[in-house]
């Protein structure tokens, strides 16, 4: 039997899964700012504050979950909760931290729903649409500085955006990201990384292949059930789960797969999209809970919270699974260079990826006239420059749209 100590990376007693859930509910309802502001408070609190954690320890978890896809603040909150607490700590961590901004977004898509069609909706809609342009603007001037900081990734990027605007939809998606890991292992060189502890995780590796096993299976086997059964809840969750599976390098580059996923079949309009995307901004915890948003507005049915809560199981399964199939594995893993050569690759075309959603459905749907423009540079400017907070901007565009509407 393995030690607190050795579990968790220092001397400190484990947290249960009650505490764990009940202090992620608390980052959940706090936690502004976006992924790497998320990163922050996790470190603050459960390394410096709680001392749950070793610096060590920490780094590892938050270097395994940027390299699985999916949502790494999210992913590095269910690894802490696994090191506390096993499989239940991990279900609260997720439920604590996710639980508040899937509520706040799922209650807004209420609202927009009820007020459709009426001529103050018009104004702040078309606010949150503008400042999806600045948000994502803002991603892709980050992504881009961090994960194409040479000429061979700004080209995977340039190259990756080209096929998806050529070739839209979720298999052009899917070939970018492979071919940009492909162009990584051939062309690219990465650094080893540095020696220290592995991070000690409280899972046999029975689990660890079963999850797998499971992640495999559903990504396989969804589509085909989806095919064979016309129920549109099955066609829900494949796409969700598969657009779980997919999304490398964070909650801004889910707006691709997302938008290819619900806005060409019908299931929910461009204009309601954006507005969502932007009310995302405004409230704390994950970017992926615009999923429960999107479930929620949704046609046809399931919609409302029942629709919510589907799609926002779906996405976060494949991180679940995903986490707890790779953790025992990690520090073996971490070290092959062909791995982290592809990752390169693959994180340089995803800010193609982005860059492609930038120009649509983002910028196309979100700025129409010069005032549009404008407002849109505006935003940019308190997101980028004066770094005001996300949910102050979307509440000063949202105003701003609402004037231009009235004027």
Known sequence: MESNEAISG?????????????????????????????????????????????????????????FLPGPASSQVGMGIGISQAGIRGAVAAWTGFTLPSASALILFAYGVTALQGRAAQVGWLHGLKVVAVAVVAQAIWGMAKSLCPDRLRGSVAILAAALMLAWPGSWGQIV??????????????????????????PLGHAVA????SLFALLLIGLPILAGLV???????????????????GGGHVVLPLLQAAVVPPGWVSKDLFLAGYGAAQAVPGPLFTVSAYLGAVMQPG???????????FAIFLPSFLL??????????????????????GVNAAVVG???????????????????DFILGLIAFGLLALWKIPPWLVVA???LGGVVMAAG
């Open 302 to 312: 399931p919609t409302g919270w029942a629709g919510g809560i589907l799609c926002l």
């Open 230 to 248: 016309p129920n549109h809840a099955v066609a829900l969750f494949n796409s969700f789960y598969r657009t779980g599976s997919l999304v490398f």
């Open 10 to 66: 220092t001397g400190s007693q484990k947290l249960s899964a009650i505490q764990v859930f009940s202090t992620f509910l608390r980052l959940g309802l706090t936690s502004f700012g976006g992924p790497v502001a998320h990163l922050g408070y996790f470190r603050e609190e459960f390394v410096n504050r709680r001392k749950c954690l070793s610096e060590d320890s920490y780094a590892d978890m938050v270097a395994l979950c940027q």
């Open 396 to 398: 000063v565009t949202a």
């Open 176 to 201: 970018a990201i492979l071919l940009g890991g492909l162009f990584g292992v051939i062309f690219l060189k990465a650094e080893t990384p540095p020696e220290h502890a592995s991070l000690p995780i």
């Open 323 to 344: 986490l707890l199939g790779i953790l025992p594995y990690w520090e073996k893993l971490r070290r092959i260079h062909t791995v982290r050569c592809a990752l390169m």
């Open 209 to 212: 292949l079963s999850c797998l």
């Open 353 to 371: 990826l982005l860059l492609a959603a930038f120009y649509n459905p983002v910028l196309t749907g979100g700025i129409l006239s010069p005032k």
